[in-house]
RNA sequence: GUGGCUGUAGCUCAGUUGGUUAGAGCGCCAGAUUGUGGAUCUGGAAGUCGCGGGUUCAAGUCCCGUCAGUCACCCCA
């Protein structure tokens, strides 16, 4: 007897069966499709990237969490933790061949060396759009649309977008003279709704160094609630005398006005002064999204507007708007939701192959139903019908279709309807026509 | 990375103060039913008790380590 190999997969890298990968690449497909209609362009970048590309690019937290070894050729090297490193780098290489304003989407694995938990994976996989070279407010409103079209498409009716803009609590710390101490302030703010106003003032003064009193005011900028407009009416004498606070608001009001021109439903669209969350880079406009079914994932589709995407890598500014849907975590909400569909074959119709010397004809009339766009599997082995049709309830096949002899020579099927429980049978020429109408209703 | 909880069959779990051959339900396979699924009945297969070490006459049970899951911190999709 040989060793075995224990088969294991590692902490936080995950295997997909097949109901819940054909969840996800439906997922996939329209994201595709939803980013497409927008008029976004595919791109792809390597899984791997030189380490000093992608190290200082997302804060120190980042940097602790790459993959990062020694290639074969000596090569300092990481894996990538995010689409919008990359895509800097990649704006920067290709800026001549692109062109600005530039839209793009890409759905790609990334890779975070993190501690695990539910919804938190180390490999995953994020749907990005975003759109650089301009700094209209037209694309962060338009990047609104597309989270909600995104969602919708998904299937979600109750979810909230969740808008604020850095430019707002930027401009109150800047008149409160807590400039200096931005991230902490928001990393405090951030757990507001988590641990309560007297914890974050406290934690603000006695771990970011804040007076009372300054801590008092962010917070009451903070806490306002209510409708987005009534919000935005209150913002406007706190922040007084702030250029950047008050392009922050004005920029807030034309976007909820816009959205809501356009068409999106006012319940999935708050403002919430107190996010703050978001890789240091974004700078104006930022986007949070949870699903009310399942809010404790975390959000499912996040992003915003930086200044200044690739600094790093060219002295051309690209300004940019965009945002990521966490398609793995969007899938632990699914699978937590009971919303995966059970059903674990692409195939609606099951071939029952039933009389060996017939192998021909099953084997034609599934290349028959493939013609004409209706995926079909011939059964490979040649067993009872009992057994054949068991198979196909299991992995959830809409229909079978039985032939012996008799069929054979009359030129019909045996249509059996797996949900229904009903057989009808069917001229050959009919076939295709029947099943179609069949599916449709399905 | 730090701390808490968890880890027994494919799944959900039981397993008495450590005590002989580790159980149940569901699922799976076969048959009743060699041209008809989901029901029922009968039978069957399947467990390195996550892994490694220690204590003990004896460990699924106690101790340590480790791996994995989960929750919190942190951070984020």
């Not at 994020?126 to 037209?138: K, V």
């Not at 569909?341 to 692409?346: E, K, L």
Request: aromatic content about 8%; some cysteine; hydrophobic content about 40%.
């Amino acid at each position: 007897m040989s060793q075995l190999i224990k088969a294991q997969t590692l902490k936080g890298f995950r295997d997909y069966l097949p109901a819940p990968a054909m969840a996800r690449e439906r997922i996939m497909e329209i994201a595709r499709r939803v980013y497409r209609s927008y008029g976004f362009s595919p791109i792809d970048t390597p899984a791997l990237e030189y380490t000093e590309i992608l190290l200082g690019k997302g804060g120190d937290e980042s940097d602790k969490q790459l993959f990062r070894f020694t290639d074969q050729g000596g090569r300092d090297v990481a894996m990538r933790f995010d689409l919008t490193v990359p895509f800097a780098r990649f704006a920067a290489q290709h800026l001549n061949d692109l062109g600005t304003p530039f839209k793009r989407y890409h759905l790609g694995t990334v890779w975070r060396g993190e501690n695990t938990q539910r919804g938190r994976y180390r490999e995953f996989m994020q749907c990005d759009f975003d759109t650089i070279g301009t700094e209209s407010n037209a694309a962060d409103i338009e990047t609104m649309l597309v989270i909600h079209d995104l969602l919708a498409a998904i299937g979600f009716e109750r979810f909230s977008v969740r808008v604020n803009n850095r430019l707002v609590l930027n401009g109150l710390l800047d008149k409160l003279g807590l400039a200096e101490k931005t991230s902490g302030i928001l990393r405090s703010l951030d757990k507001l709704h988590k641990i309560g106003r007297d914890a974050v003032v406290a934690e603000m003064v006695e771990r970011v160094g804040a007076t009372s009193e300054q801590a008092t005011r962010v917070l009451d900028l903070a806490s306002l609630s209510g409708s987005p407009a009534d919000i935005l009416t209150k913002l406007e004498p706190m922040l007084a005398g702030s250029p950047l606070g008050e392009l922050g608001v004005s920029r807030l009001r034309e976007l909820f006005s816009a959205v809501s021109t356009a068409g999106i439903p006012a319940e999935r669209v708050r403002l919430d002064v107190s996010i703050a969350r978001g890789l240091d880079y974004y700078t104006g406009t930022i986007y949070e999204t949870f699903l009310a079914d399942d809010p404790s994932i975390g959000s499912i589709c996040s992003g915003g507007r930086y200044d200044n995407l690739a600094g790093l890598f060219t002295n051309q500014k690209l300004p940019g708007v965009g945002a990521s849907l966490g398609l793995d975590r969007l899938l632990a909400a699914l699978e937590n939701l009971g919303q995966i569909d059970s059903a674990s074959t692409p195939a609606p119709v099951l071939v029952v192959y039933f009389q060996p010397e017939r192998l021909g004809d099953y084997l034609r009339i599934g290349r028959l139903l493939r013609a004409a766009g209706i995926n079909a599997e011939v059964f490979p082995e040649s067993k009872g019908v009992g057994k054949q049709l068991k198979y196909a309830d299991r992995k959830g096949f809409r229909v079978a279709l039985i032939a012996g002899e008799d069929e054979f020579q009359s030129g019909q099927w045996q249509v059996k309807d797996l949900k229904a429980g009903q057989q009808t049978t069917v001229a050959e020429a009919d076939l295709v026509d029947h099943l179609q109408k069949l599916l449709a209703g399905a």
